[in-house]
């Protein structure tokens, strides 16, 4: 569950992150663009954008799987429902770690 609160005009979001950084659970990645995955090593996240601010996303409002870099989306589709309007949402990732 996560919850996004703040101005209407939306700010960049957060990422569930998968990571297998040499820093461990440390690893941090920049923040306001970055969403606190950018620059974090052999990771692979859910994007949950409120404000598209880098090229070729879209606008806004948006849920995306980023690899290595929140420019590397490769998958994006609109979210169905304001992000920023301070529900609680529910999201629910499937993930095989046996595989690389």
Same mark, same amino acid.
Not at 4 to 10: C, D, L, Q, R
Not at 54 to 73: C, F, K, P, T
């Given at each position: 569950?996560?919850?996004?609160? =703040?101005?209407?005009?939306? $700010?960049? @979001?957060?990422?569930?992150?998968?990571?297998?950084? *040499?820093?461990? $659970? *440390? $690893?941090?990645?920049?923040?306001? +663009?970055?969403? @606190?995955?950018? @620059?974090?090593?052999?990771? !692979?996240?859910?994007?949950?954008?409120?404000? =598209?601010?880098? /090229?070729?996303?879209?606008?806004?409002?948006?849920? $995306?799987?980023?690899? =290595? /870099?929140?420019?590397?989306?490769?998958?994006? !589709? +609109?979210?169905? !429902?304001?992000?920023?309007?301070? *529900?609680? #949402?529910?999201?629910?990732?499937? #993930?095989? @770690?046996? *595989?690389?």
């Amino acid at each position: 569950s996560f919850r996004i609160t =703040g101005s209407t005009g939306g $700010a960049h @979001g957060l990422t569930f992150t998968f990571q297998n950084d *040499s820093e461990k $659970a *440390s $690893a941090l990645g920049s923040s306001g +663009p970055g969403m @606190g995955f950018e @620059g974090i090593s052999k990771a !692979v996240a859910i994007e949950f954008d409120t404000r =598209g601010s880098l /090229s070729g996303e879209l606008r806004d409002n948006h849920v $995306a799987i980023i690899v =290595g /870099s929140v420019m590397n989306e490769l998958a994006q !589709v +609109p979210a169905t !429902v304001d992000l920023n309007d301070g *529900s609680v #949402y529910n999201a629910w990732v499937d #993930y095989n @770690g046996i *595989s690389d």
